[in-house]
């Protein structure tokens, strides 16, 4: 089954005062590497810069929910400025949460401290199914999202924004399971044991999430990131056959708009050939694959010749001495030079407990190589 031809075709270009379209951040490092070039500076940006590890977010943070606090422009606007001001990153990630385009669609979501998203109830029977995609995600609803995106941009000048998103198999993951799980069974088994409800419940994730990622582009975002963290629980074959073709579904959302996109998950040192396939179908011209730490980047390139990649500082190295983390850094940085272009990025996102300061001399260090 390929979801993707059903997808809502790509509409109308981007408007004439988009960062990426009137010059701002067409030739920025990061979107020049994501295009195949390589950029005079290696681009380094970190997936969680926005967050727990720096001091300012906790303060702007407190007796905020974390929900809440994406959905107002002017913080979601100032913590996704933070991390680029303190570090010199290459791009901000727009702070908000793969969780939210269901909350503005009305599904009831929140995120507990320390648990990640709980759902009020998990969706598990086909009228369990049924019920969920009777909720739309209106254009309206993502003012919030639009307004938070236009501040931002208005002050990151030449560095891009970038713009995420959930795939909908991690979305399906914690909206069948109701809670984060580790080996996501329950989704596992829905695939499996009612198909056509897991399609319908995969190609609502698809739309839902599809909708969010336009949102950000369409208000300034220059690229945007698929974050399919489980996808790593699958294997091959369930991947290809029930998952990838919802995947592509949500891209092709943005993909007439022209923006690069990169497409990660976790433990998907066996996908990678299959996620650059979604890419590909989805019709991204432009396009990486983020690798996480487990696959050394000159391996991922020979998986996949003629891709930019994304990747990958082990986060566990981020607490290690500098000179560890500073070999550990090169030796990333040499591996990454076997693919045509590539942006330095964390295997996974920055642990809380980060310091701060080891970050911004990561991105020193990339920068003077
Ligand atoms: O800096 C950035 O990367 C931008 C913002 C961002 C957040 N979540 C903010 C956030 C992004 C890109 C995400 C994506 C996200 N959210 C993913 C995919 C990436 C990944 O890590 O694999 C997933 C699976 C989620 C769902 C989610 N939200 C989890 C598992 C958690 C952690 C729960 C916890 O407390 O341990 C969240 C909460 C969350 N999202 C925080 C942040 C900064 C922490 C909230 C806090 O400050 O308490």
Sequence with gaps: MNLATLAPSAG??????????DGRTATAPLIRALRGDRPER???????????SLPEYREVRQGIGMLDSCLRPDLASEITLQPVRRHGVDAGIFFSDIM?????????????????????????????????VAATLDDDALAPVREAVALTVAELGT??????????????????????????????????????TWSRLVSWTA???GAFLRAQVEAGASAVQLFDSWAGSLSQADYTGRVAGASARALAHVAGLGV??????????????????????????????????RTPLDEAAEALPGVPLQGNVDPALLAAPWPVLEAH???????????????LNLGHGVPPETDPAVLTRVVELAHSL
């Design 12 to 21: 109308a270009a981007l408007p004439a005062d988009h960062p990426l379209v």
């Design 42 to 52: 290696l681009p380094v940006w970190f997936m969680r810069q926005a967050g727990r």
């Design 100 to 132: 939210v385009p269901l909350k503005l669609a009305g599904v009831g979501v929140d995120i507990a401290p320390g648990v990640g998203p709980v759902m009020d109830q998990p969706y598990r029977t086909a009228d369990d199914v049924e019920r969920l």
């Design 159 to 196: 560095t891009p924004l970038i713009g995420f998103g959930g795939a909908p198999f991690t979305l399906a993951a914690y909206l069948v399971e109701g809670r984060p799980s580790r080996d996501h069974l329950a989704a596992r088994t829905m695939m499996h044991g009612a198909p056509e």
């Design 207 to 209: 739309d839902i999430t």
């Design 260 to 293: 690069p996109a990169i497409h990660f998950g976790t433990g998907t040192g066996h996908l990678l050939g299959a996620m650059r396939d979604v890419l590909a179908s989805a019709g991204v011209a432009k396009h990486a694959v983020g690798v996480d730490y």
């Design 329 to 343: 850094v090169r030796d990333v940085v040499a591996r990454g030079a076997a693919a045509p272009a590539h942006v």
